[in-house]
């Protein structure tokens, strides 16, 4: 007997070869965005909604949300999930790390929401910006006008 579905799907293209992870683009306006919101909030936590557009290997993400009731702390930051309208355009998360470092937290990983979380960290410029996917692994990010 063949148990291979336990191990889980291996996405596979037609030629039977592994299929390529999906390309992140960002928009300029979106990283100007990030970056002042962070600035604005420190030495607090920002938080941010990610907007967009998802095609079959591309991700887009073109716009920010301010997420409604959001709370920002030293440590912290976060918003109650059921509070937002439903919209398939939200693509995931983007907040800041005072601390100076890009990596999520085991917090992070455990309230991921969406397909991507985006981590800026002080001193907040534009090689800060890095993006994760929900395994924690650092996806790259490429830069659209």
Do not use: W
Not at 112 to 135: K, M, N, R, T, V
């Amino acid at each position: 007997m063949d148990f291979g579905f336990l191990r889980g799907k291996k996405n596979k293209d037609p030629d039977g070869n592994k299929s390529k992870k999906k390309n992140v683009a960002i928009t300029h306006n979106v990283i100007n965005g990030l970056i002042s919101y962070a600035k604005m909030h420190h030495p607090y936590e920002g938080i941010l909604i990610l907007e967009g557009e998802r095609k079959k290997m591309e991700i887009l993400i073109n716009n920010l949300v301010i997420p409604p009731f959001s709370e920002h702390g030293p440590f912290y930051s976060g918003f109650p999930i059921n509070e937002l309208p439903f919209d398939l355009k939200y693509l995931g998360t983007a907040h800041s790390h005072p601390s100076g470092t890009s990596q999520p937290s085991l917090e992070d990983l455990n309230h991921f929401y969406g397909l991507i979380s985006i981590i800026i960290c002080h001193p907040y410029d534009e090689e800060d910006i890095h993006a994760y996917d929900s395994q924690g692994r650092e996806v790259p990010l490429e830069r659209r006008i």
